[in-house]
């Protein structure tokens, strides 16, 4: 019994991750002809500077868009930038520059957006589960009368989902994110109002990814006052507690005469800093704080994110799942499910996968075929030297446990 509950301990440990907070400078940095540079501020200990390098990106405007992120799921920070409008191709465009050397452009493609405005903001979340981050466009003021959120394909622009959403029409004050607020495995939308809220504070109104943004999660008054042009926010569980925290970066104003980071607990928003903290950037002069900008990446979001989408190409490219009568979409779920879960039942991922998608119109036998196929097709990936070591190490470590429980 002992053994029993010390191994239920083991498996259950958090790997905690280090958040890294990345300051971007769009304009007028010390890299040759002010071009864009990222300055890496590591948040453990004395947040001593990891790295800073210019990249292959001209000088911007405010018809730029730009995060720090993991795009392709290989461990490093990349520079994403959307072009929002004067582009070639007449759509809000992707471009995004290898963290490796910040000089190489690894996509430069238009979506099937429209030129934006300022009625637009944007995020980057996986949606389709390939390993790839996807554009997020926040429409503020839709035809709709609402906020909606249309989401594009990472890799080539093309469209994967548009709907309103039950938050009304927003504007400049507030920041918008699409991220799984409550780690139900669906992402939510997240609503950061810091100017015009009723409470006299920076509020936070969360709604449910499951049922299209519907339904309203939460919407409480923050612990942060009102909160202008001098911070800047970004949403990640930054103490890997299984529950979102709230970021906000003072640019300039600080009483330390250092940029700082206050993280305000995503259990206890109304009253709970979890860290409030300098950085060694100093504070940014208040006549260039629009020159900057910040991210916070979390490298447990894409941990085995490049495994889970070596894993996802090479099932579906396997002729057996070819052949199988279901979407991309539903076949990719399939497999991260069976990837995640190796020893759960064909009805354990049926009901995962289908938690958001429409899979009534699958006939249940084919249930029981796809996962046969997509777990055979698993196991050849196993076997492959070129797959992932991961997906072994996971079936290795559910067969040792499953041994050494069934002799207690």
Not at 240 to 255: E, F
Not at 293 to 303: K, N
Not at 307 to 313: A, I, P, T
Request: glycine share 8%; with cysteine; hydrophobic share 40%.
């Amino acid at each position: 019994m002992v053994i029993r509950i010390l191994i239920l301990i083991l498996v259950s440990l958090p790997v905690v991750a280090e958040p890294i907070v990345v300051g971007i400078e769009r304009k007028n940095s010390t890299c040759i002809g002010g071009y864009v540079k990222l300055v890496v501020l590591s948040v453990k200990g004395q947040n001593s500077k990891a790295l800073s390098g210019c990249s292959a990106l001209h000088p911007v405007e405010g018809n730029f868009w730009l995060k720090a992120a993991d795009w392709n799921g290989d461990g490093v920070i990349d520079l994403i930038g959307i072009k929002k409008n004067q582009t070639g191709t007449k759509s809000t465009e992707l471009h995004v520059y290898d963290g490796r050397n910040l000089q190489t452009p690894i996509l430069q493609t238009g979506t099937e957006l429209h030129e934006t405005d300022a009625n637009y903001d944007f995020d980057m979340a996986d949606w389709n589960h390939d390993g790839t981050l996807d554009l997020v466009a926040f429409s503020k003021n839709g035809e709709s009368q609402s906020t909606e959120v249309h989401i594009f394909n990472g890799r080539n622009g093309k469209r994967l989902y548009s709907h309103a959403t039950a938050l009304h029409p927003t504007g400049l004050d507030f920041r918008l994110f699409l991220k799984d607020w409550n780690h139900d495995g669906t992402p939510d939308l997240i609503a950061l109002n810091t100017l015009s809220g009723h409470s006299k504070s920076t509020e936070i109104h969360v709604y449910s990814g499951i049922g299209d943004f519907k339904n309203r999660l939460m919407g409480n008054k923050t612990v942060l006052h009102p909160a202008g042009q001098e911070f800047a926010f970004s949403i990640t569980d930054w103490n890997a507690d299984d529950r979102t925290d709230i970021i906000a970066i003072k640019k300039w104003g600080t009483g330390t005469s250092f940029v700082e980071i206050h993280v305000i607990n995503g259990r206890n928003v109304e009253n709970n800093f979890l860290v409030q903290t300098k950085t060694e950037l100093s504070a940014i002069p208040s006549n260039r704080v629009e020159d900057f900008t910040f991210s916070v990446v979390d490298s447990s979001e894409c941990r085995n994110c490049k495994e889970k989408s070596r894993l996802v190409d090479h099932v579906l490219n396997d002729q057996k799942v070819k052949d199988l009568k279901i979407s991309d979409q539903i076949k990719m779920q399939m497999v991260l499910e069976i990837y995640a879960e190796p020893n759960g039942t064909v009805e354990d991922v049926k009901n995962n996968v289908c938690k958001n998608l429409d899979c009534k119109k699958i006939e249940p036998m084919l249930w029981q075929v796809a996962f046969k196929v997509i777990d055979g097709a698993m196991q050849k990936c196993m076997a492959d030297s070129n797959c992932s070591t991961a997906v072994i190490g996971i079936s290795l470590m559910a067969l040792l446990i499953s041994l050494v429980t069934s002799l207690l």
